[in-house]
């Protein structure tokens, strides 16, 4: 695995609203420890407070909306495409589950919403796509491809990218797959902004299909803070960091 690979990862792993938030408490707490009462005075309660913002509803609607609302759900499936992509995410692989629990829960949904698509079309192909990780012996692509299976996909059907490890390899193999064809482009909904921006930048001509949109309807602004909601902010500051990675990349 390259350095520069890596350092994205472990920063990625950082930049997080929790994260974040946790670093300033152990920030706070130092200096309460060693005697900086004033500044502990202030680093607390900004920390409380930034963990409570982010795992507010309204809070993270407000930073995912402006990526959901790029692209429309592709209700239709077009007809004139042959290879659907389905972008990788993650897993955990565990013989003593079912393959539904060894998927990250939007894994099942991007795969979910790619099926649906190729079983919309004649003789359409499936791409998976996604390599063993750091901790897990198995690629993601073969993880999908179980899944699929289970679900009625002919094997033969099934193309992977068994060595993809983000978005930018995804879009290099897709390019020596299938050169400038049209193709079905399903990835979560938030992440289709930076994904399609990077297909496009190569050449290639996606159909977005995005999914597992975390928006939906209006913001409930009388509930208390909560976990999905940080689970939210997090994903979005996924993406914001992501977008500025790229932009650094290209710099």
Request: glycine share 6%.
């Amino acid at each position: 695995m390259d350095m520069l690979f890596f350092l994205k990862k472990l920063v990625s792993e950082l930049m997080n609203p929790l994260a974040l938030g946790l670093l300033i408490t152990l920030y706070g707490l130092i200096a309460l420890y060693v005697g900086r009462i004033s500044t502990a005075k202030k680093v607390l309660p900004f920390a409380f407070l930034w963990i409570a913002l982010f795992s507010y509803g309204p809070v993270s609607d407000a930073l995912l909306k402006p990526l959901e609302s790029q692209y429309k759900a592709l209700l239709k499936t077009p007809q004139d495409v042959k290879y659907v992509l389905v972008l990788g995410n993650g897993h955990k692989s565990d013989a003593s589950l079912p393959i539904t629990t060894q998927l990250d829960p939007t894994a099942v949904i991007r795969l979910n919403e790619g099926i649906r698509h190729y079983k919309n079309l004649e003789n359409a192909k499936l791409v998976l796509s996604g390599f063993k990780g750091l901790f897990d012996p198995i690629p993601h692509a073969v993880m999908q491809q179980k899944l699929a299976m289970a679900l009625g996909v002919d094997a033969k059907d099934i193309v992977m990218f068994m060595k993809a490890r983000d978005t930018e390899d995804e879009a290099i193999a897709m390019k020596k797959l299938i050169g400038e064809e049209t193709f079905v482009l399903v990835t979560t909904a938030s992440h289709m902004p930076r994904a399609y921006k990077i297909f496009e930048g190569l050449g290639l001509h996606p159909i977005a299909a995005p999914t597992d949109f975390h928006v939906r309807g209006e913001s409930e602004w009388l509930h208390m803070p909560r976990g999905d909601a940080l689970r939210g902010s997090d994903i979005a500051f996924h993406e914001y960091y992501g977008t500025v990675w790229n932009w650094l990349k290209s710099w």
